[in-house]
C-alpha cells in the first residue's frame, strides 16, 4: 500500500507529465488557427503521422495511465484525508487558501467529465469509428473537429472547461512544484508568476481554437 506522501508524488510526476502534454497537443492544435485549405491539409497530415508512429503509440498509453492514476489517486488522498479527520476550520481556510485550491477535487470532476466527451468526439470515432477520408487519404479529422466546434453547446462546454482546467493548473503547478521540494523562498514569486502564465497561456489558447472554428468556419 501506498503512503500518502507516495501517493502525493506520483500524483505530483502524473500532473507534471500531463502539463507537459498540454504543450505539445498545444503546439500541434495551433494548425487549426491556419486559413481552413491549410489547416485541413496539414491538421489531417499531422493527425495522420501521429497515429502512424510507434514512438508517439507509446506516449499516448502513458498518457492514458498517467490520467487515470493521477485521478485515482487525488480520490483516494482526498477519501483518506477526510477519513483521518484533517479538515480545517471553515474561516481559517478561506484565509490561508484560495478557492480553486479547497475545490481541486470539483475542478479534476469537471476535467475529467470533459476528457470522456472529449475523447468519445474525437480520439474514439477516429480510432475506431468511419470518419471521412481527404483528398489525399488521410482520416479526415479536421471536418470532425469543424463539423463538432459548430455546435455551440460543445463550444460552450469546452470553454467552461477550459476555465476549470485553468485553475486546477494554478494550483496544480504550484503544488507539484512544492512536493518535489523545488519551492526555494527566493524563487516563490518567479515560479508563481511562471505557473500562472503557463495555466492561462495553455487554457486560453485551448479555449480559443471552438471559438475560432465556431465564428470563421
Known sequence: MLSTLSRKLVMCLTGLFLCFFLIIHFLGNLQLF???EQAHTQF???????SGNILIKIVSYVLYASILIHALDALV?????RKSGKQYQHDQRQRASKWYSRNMGILGTIILIFLVIHFQNFWYVYKFGSPPIDSNGNKDLYILVVTTF???WYVLIYVLSMVALCYHLIHGVH???RT???FHPKYVKWIKTCGIAYSVIISVGFAMM???IYFTQ
Open 34 to 36: 491556419l486559413p481552413s
Open 44 to 50: 489531417n497530415a499531422y493527425s495522420q503521422f501521429l
Open 77 to 81: 488522498i482526498t477519501l483518506k484525508n
Open 150 to 152: 459548430k455546435e455551440w
Open 175 to 177: 503544488s507539484a512544484v
Open 180 to 182: 518535489l521540494g523545488l
Open 210 to 212: 471552438p471559438i475560432y
